[in-house]
C-alpha cells in the first residue's frame, strides 16, 4: 500500500533560520511527488511536482529535492508569511483508470517567528 | 481567475442528519475532485469526475456518501445519515484534466462537525 510520512510533525523557526523538512515515500511506481501549502481555514495550494530521483524545483524561499526514497523541502531565511502547513503527497502508476489520486502525508506544521 | 467555490463554510449537525456541499470548480476544468481531510491528517480522495462521469470512487463509502456532477459542471457531495466519524474538512478541488502534471486547484473547504 503507497503511504507517505512526513517528518518533524512540527517545526518552529526563527526568521532566517533555515531548515528542511522530510517526506519518506513508499510507493509502486511514483509517477509524481507534490508539494502543497495549507493555511489555516484554506485548501492545500500547489507549490512543486518532481517526477525522478535527482530532480530540483525552487520557488522564491522553498527548494524541493526528490530521492529515491524521499524528497526534501528546504527552506532558506524563512520569514513569518512562510507559516503554514506543508503536505507531501505522491501519486503511484498503479491506481488503475484515469485516476488523479493523491495519497496525501500527514504535514509538517511549520510556524516562523519574528 | 476566480477560484474553487465551496459552499456552505460550516455545517453542524447531529448524528444520522442528512447534510449536503456544493462545489463549482474553475470555469473550464473538466476534473473535480472531492477529499476529506480529518483533523491532523492529510485530505483523503473520495471521488474523482471526468466532466460528470466517475473516474474513482473507491474510498467512498457508498452505503452512506454520494456525489454527483450533473452537466459535467458543479457538484454535489451528499451523507445521509451522518457519523460522529465524518467531522472533517471536506475539500472540493478541480484540474483543468486529469494528468499527473496538472495542478490542483483547492477551494477553501466546508468544515462539518457531527455531534
Known amino acids: 500500500e503507497d503511504q507517505v510520512t512526513q517528518s518533524p510533525e512540527a517545526l518552529r523557526l526563527q526568521e532566517g533560520e533555515s531548515s528542511s523538512l522530510n517526506c519518506s515515500y513508499t510507493v509502486s511506481g511514483l509517477r509524481g511527488l507534490f508539494w502543497y501549502r495549507q493555511d489555516p481555514g484554506k485548501g492545500p495550494e500547489f507549490l512543486f511536482t518532481?517526477?525522478?530521483a535527482g530532480e530540483e524545483k525552487e520557488k522564491e524561499r522553498l527548494k524541493a529535492t526528490l530521492t529515491k526514497k524521499e524528497s526534501f523541502l528546504h527552506i532558506t531565511a524563512p520569514k513569518p508569511e512562510d507559516s503554514a502547513t506543508y503536505l507531501c503527497?505522491?501519486?503511484?502508476?498503479?491506481?488503475?483508470?484515469?485516476?488523479?489520486?493523491?495519497?496525501f502525508g500527514t504535514g509538517t506544521l511549520l510556524a516562523v517567528q519574528p | 481567475e476566480a477560484g474553487v467555490a465551496q459552499s456552505p463554510r460550516y455545517k453542524i449537525i447531529e448524528k444520522r442528519q442528512s447534510v449536503a456541499f456544493w462545489c463549482n470548480p474553475i470555469s473550464g476544468h473538466a476534473t473535480l475532485y472531492w477529499y476529506q481531510q480529518i483533523l491532523g491528517q492529510g485530505p483523503k480522495l473520495l471521488i474523482q469526475f471526468q466532466n460528470n462521469g466517475v473516474v474513482d470512487d473507491s474510498q467512498l463509502p457508498k452505503d452512506r456518501f454520494s456525489a454527483e456532477r450533473l452537466k459535467g459542471v458543479d457538484s454535489t457531495l451528499k451523507i445521509q445519515p451522518a457519523k460522529l466519524e465524518d467531522s472533517a474538512v471536506y475539500l472540493c478541488?478541480?484540474?483543468?484534466?486529469?494528468?499527473?502534471?496538472?495542478?490542483?486547484?483547492f477551494g477553501s473547504g466546508t468544515q462539518l462537525s457531527v455531534l
Open positions: 478541488a478541480s484540474s483543468f484534466r486529469a494528468a499527473t502534471n496538472e495542478k490542483l486547484f
Open positions: 503527497a505522491v501519486q503511484g502508476a498503479n491506481y488503475g483508470g484515469a485516476t488523479n489520486k493523491l495519497i
Open positions: 518532481l517526477y525522478s
